[in-house]
């Protein structure tokens, strides 16, 4: 079946600095990969939405400069929280579409901003 | 109209027994129903999934029933075990739009 390889698992950062989290498709094209923010007993928030060598694109009250999202490839997206705080903690997951491959999701990051 | 109601927000149910969760659309272009299963601290993974054309489609223990006219449809999972124990969700996309909408979760418990 699909997979989709997201590293790191976890993360521990220092506030204000940058994290890269990257999100592979292992066996299929990803035509489409999506990246989703999550809290503690919460449901998956959409954060963006980005299609291989476009500009991604963000939902609603997602901070674009603080959330870098770049597919530079059929296989990678990378998810780049620049100058964290606190605040942004939380556990975030990709996803990836391909022709012929339904949504697969990578095993999610967790981050923390201390 | 773009959202999925879940219920119920939590679950308990003994080893052997029957989980019933429930999810609810408005949004009538939906044409993908999937369940996913997600225990702490990983992503979720797809456990089952349904197109509008088929009233019940079942998987060894996993069952969904699919009721287009009221535009609901449940996952039944048929003699719970301790390993079930997870968050489940419910999502709906329509074909062409590609954004997957998650219903809230549930979190099942099933006790020994």
């Known amino acids: 079946g699909a997979v989709v390889s997201q590293h790191p698992s976890w993360v521990i950062c220092k506030s204000g600095t940058s994290v890269k989290i990257e999100c592979r498709s292992l066996?299929?094209?990803?035509?489409?990969m999506f990246w989703y923010r999550q809290f503690p007993k919460q449901s998956l928030m959409l954060m963006a939405t980005?299609?291989?060598?476009?500009?991604?694109?963000?939902e609603q009250g997602v901070e674009k400069d603080k959330f870098l999202i770049n597919h530079a490839s059929l296989t990678l997206s990378t998810l780049t929280v620049t100058s964290a705080h606190p605040e942004d903690s939380s556990f975030y997951i990709c996803?990836?579409?391909?022709?012929?491959?339904?949504?697969?999701f990578g095993s999610g990051t967790r981050l923390t901003v201390v | 109209q773009q959202q999925v109601k879940q219920s119920p927000q939590s679950l308990i149910v003994q080893k052997g027994g029957i989980s019933i969760i429930n999810c609810a659309y408005e949004n009538t272009a939906f044409d993908y129903f999937p369940w996913y299963q997600q225990f702490p601290g990983k992503g979720p993974a797809l456990l089952i999934a349904i197109r509008p054309d088929v009233s019940e489609k079942k998987e060894g223990r996993f069952t969904i029933s699919f009721n287009k006219s009221a535009k609901q449809f449940s996952l039944h999972i048929m003699d719970s075990q301790p390993g079930d124990s997870a968050t489940y969700f419910c999502?709906?996309?329509?074909?062409?739009?590609?954004?997957?909408?998650f219903g809230t979760g549930t979190r099942l418990l099933v006790s020994p």
């Open positions: 996803s990836a579409i391909g022709t012929g491959y339904g949504y697969t």
């Open positions: 066996d299929f094209q990803a035509t489409t």
């Open positions: 999502a709906a996309v329509a074909s062409g739009f590609q954004k997957l909408v």
């Open positions: 980005s299609n291989e060598g476009s500009k991604a694109t963000y």
